[in-house]
């Protein structure tokens, strides 16, 4: 769909121990019927606050160190790295860059760091650039420096990580800025088990969160209203639902045409609603010439005249956001952030020159 995002992006103005306890994240525990929210640890002095430029989302039971030793054990497995242990002799010290390949929006400096520091403290990283910058192919991204053996097996998961989390970022920004004035969201069309990291990937780029999980937000989609038997019967079940249990959390409903937006808005000027948002879900049409028809989503929007936020869902491209932002909708939110994004190419090189030398053989530096 997206052939080159750099032609688009322009540049910004410019084993060791995590916390036991997520980085960064919030512990939600009940005091009667009421949630209330606990601020948690902060990020480990191993690793650098400069390379925390965003925060990541809150989860209350997301263990981030947990997914990242997951992602450790998923390529050592019990024997550890064979080929490294064969090859590299124990004391050998090296340094290492980190080169950009491709041109694009830098993510997942901070958790790349991390990765470094479970496999071993006494690894050393600098980082050149924040997470969010705009980088060049063929730029020096960050250095590691300590030992080879401990940098080499760490090296592909804390690429993996940066590399998705920059593809989700570079195509967040171009897609933000196209939307201007409204908003660009996720979904929660995410890889399973890196919720909150492709969620964090989408802050570093630009965007907003949509809800986190089933938790944190209610959402009334298609499936919800079917089952209920009709739009509005589901919403007074959230009404009762969240009065009875004292719950305040924002309410988003599902519409797919103009009558149910009517239908939905008759329903709240007679009644006290805990509704926030309108979802105007493929009002967007595409055109046989590739252009799109915003005039049902636009009309939808004039219905609501501000009384609710809004929400368009639905054949979002890069190349119609600009016009769906341009209806005067709220959010504009897309699944294709995070569910089919193309990594960004970042490799990690000890003997550097050569490794340029060869990326400028192949147009890759």
């Known amino acids: 769909m997206i052939s080159n995002l750099s032609t688009i992006l322009q540049p910004k103005c410019q084993s060791p121990r995590l916390p036991r306890i997520p980085v960064l994240r919030d512990t939600r525990a009940r005091v009667g019927s009421s949630i209330v929210r606990m601020s948690a640890a902060t990020v480990n002095s191993k690793v650098s606050m400069k390379s925390i430029a965003v925060k990541p989302p809150s989860h209350p039971t997301y263990d981030l160190r947990g997914v990242i030793k997951l992602a450790l054990a998923e390529d050592a497995a019990d024997l550890g790295d064979v080929t490294s242990m064969a090859t590299i002799p124990s004391d050998v010290e090296v340094e290492a860059h980190f080169l950009a390949k491709e041109d694009g929006i830098i993510a997942g400096i901070a958790l790349g760091e991390m990765v470094f520091n479970e496999v071993d403290p006494s690894l050393k990283v600098e980082w050149f650039q924040n997470d969010g910058d705009f980088i060049r192919k063929g730029l020096k991204i960050g250095r590691v420096y300590g030992k080879a053996h401990s940098i080499v097996v760490a090296e592909r998961v804390a690429l993996n990580f940066m590399q998705r989390m920059s593809g989700i970022a570079t195509l967040t920004k171009a897609m933000a800025d196209a939307a201007h004035p409204a908003l660009i969201l996720e979904t929660r069309k995410t890889a399973p088990g890196l919720r909150l990291v492709d969620k964090w990937a989408v802050l570093i780029g630009g965007g907003r969160n949509h809800r986190m999980g089933l938790f944190d937000m209610v959402l009334i989609k298609d499936n919800h209203i079917s089952s209920a038997g009709g739009i509005i019967n589901a919403i007074k079940a959230v009404d009762l639902y969240l009065e009875q249990r004292n719950l305040k959390m924002e309410v988003e409903v599902e519409t797919r045409t103009l009558e149910e937006v009517n239908e939905v808005l008759h329903f709240a000027s007679q009644t006290k609603t805990s509704l926030t948002r309108i979802m105007l879900d493929n009002m967007v049409v595409p055109l046989p010439d590739g ?48 569910h089919s994004v193309k990594a960004l190419d970042i490799s990690l090189k000890i003997d550097t020159e050569l490794a340029l030398q060869v990326g400028r053989r192949t147009n890759r530096a």
């Open 291 to 338: 252009d799109v028809d915003v005039s049902m989503l636009q009309e939808a929007v004039q219905l609501i005249n501000g009384r609710f936020e809004t929400e368009a869902s639905g054949n979002i491209t890069l190349q119609t956001i600009h016009k769906i932002g341009g209806t005067g909708v709220t959010f504009i939110s897309s699944g294709a952030l995070t």
